[in-house]
């Protein structure tokens, strides 16, 4: 079976490199298009950008003529690493277009009509997609991918829906690789931790309460439980690691959220999507575990690792979770997101 030609909206940037590194080789898509702004267009990707990541830019994509993030001769899926500052104009546009468009940028998330996929946790929630065609006249779609830290946090509270979530707590502590490149300046992060991102824990709240909600009568109806994030960038490269505390109207046992996340499995592991992992919820017995250095990589970064799960005196329990936000947090989600699109017919 040939692949499915894919294009990249901002491949010049950091998470643009990324989706070109994690489609490389992907056994459904093929990168065959590049589209950035207009200062690249024209250029060889390999004379338009400086490769940020690790290795070389992939020969695939190396000779590949960037043209200007216009509708036009793009593929009909396209990933999106737009910036936010001009994200929703041009995704807008491809949309109307007839294309579909499966972003990483934050400006249609909350949107009502707009899928914000965590496709083991709200696959039904692509149900929004003839609507939002109805509504808004398009011949394609926009579907999107959460925050990396909303990820993590989702993640670890999707086996625990069972339980009746009513309050969570969680504080970040998160990689600098989440600022892009250059990122947070090396006299402001070495040694020491940024107690503000900005726009952060708003976005963990609302968004949460998005993606765990539930599709009723064409619409999303958002989890009622109030979710209150404390949001900092630590001196980290890759991974985000959120600590948890929530309550919970069943009030399990340990061996019950135990025994949650280690069946937890859905629709991308029942389908065998290729990015997603065999397991997507992996707790660590260890003490002192999970930690970024050591465990971020593992599963291509798709999984979500969990630990030090121990009664809390103030909620139920509270635990630690840990994800990697350029992969599993950015590129790799929407990825993913395409997969199961793909799975449900949505790319024919």
């Known amino acids: 079976m040939s692949k499915i030609e894919v294009g990249i909206l901002g491949a010049t940037g950091m998470v643009g490199q990324h989706f070109i590194k994690f489609l490389d080789g992907h056994p459904l898509f093929k990168t065959a298009w590049l589209g950035a702004s207009e200062r690249s267009a024209g250029k060889p990707y390999n004379k338009a950008a400086k490769w940020h990541l690790g290795g070389v830019t992939p020969e695939a994509v190396a000779g590949l003529t960037v043209e200007e993030a216009k509708p036009g001769n793009a593929p009909k899926l396209l990933f999106s690493a737009m910036d936010a500052s001009v994200a929703t104009e041009i995704e807008q546009a491809f949309a109307a277009a007839g294309h579909i468009v499966v972003s990483n940028s934050k400006n249609h998330r909350m949107d009502e009509d707009v899928p914000l996929l965590v496709p083991e946790i709200n696959a039904d929630h692509l149900k929004l997609i003839p609507g939002q065609r109805e509504t808004r006249g398009w011949k394609g779609a926009i579907a999107t991918n959460p925050n990396c830290s909303t990820v993590v946090l989702t993640m670890g509270l999707a086996p625990l829906r069972q339980f009746g979530i009513t309050r969570v707590v969680v504080t970040t502590m998160q990689a600098v690789s989440g600022a892009g ?19 952060e824990e708003e976005k963990m709240q609302q968004e949460t309460q998005k993606i765990m909600g539930d599709f009723v009568d064409g619409r999303v109806l958002p989890l009622a439980a109030k979710v209150s994030a404390h949001c900092n960038r630590v001196a980290v490269i890759d991974g985000h690691l959120v600590t948890i505390s929530v309550e919970l109207a069943a009030k399990p046992t340990e061996a019950d ?17 290729p990015s997603a992992p065999k397991f997507p919820v992996q707790y660590m017995p260890e003490a002192d575990r999970p930690q970024p250095r050591k465990d971020v990589e593992r599963e291509r970064g798709m999984a979500a690792f969990i630990g030090r799960l121990r009664p809390c005196p103030v909620f139920d329990w509270k635990f630690v979770a840990l994800g990697h936000n350029t992969v599993r947090g950015a590129a790799g989600a929407a990825v993913l997101n395409a997969e199961l699109m793909q799975s449900e017919g949505l790319l024919d």
Do not use: C, K, W
């Not at 949650?260 to 065998?272: C, Y």
């Open 181 to 199: 490149y250059p990122g947070v300046p090396s006299m402001d992060i070495l040694g020491n931790v940024v107690p503000h991102i900005g726009g």
């Open 257 to 273: 959220i135990r025994h949650a996340f280690d069946t937890f499995r859905a629709i991308p592991q029942e389908r065998n999507l």
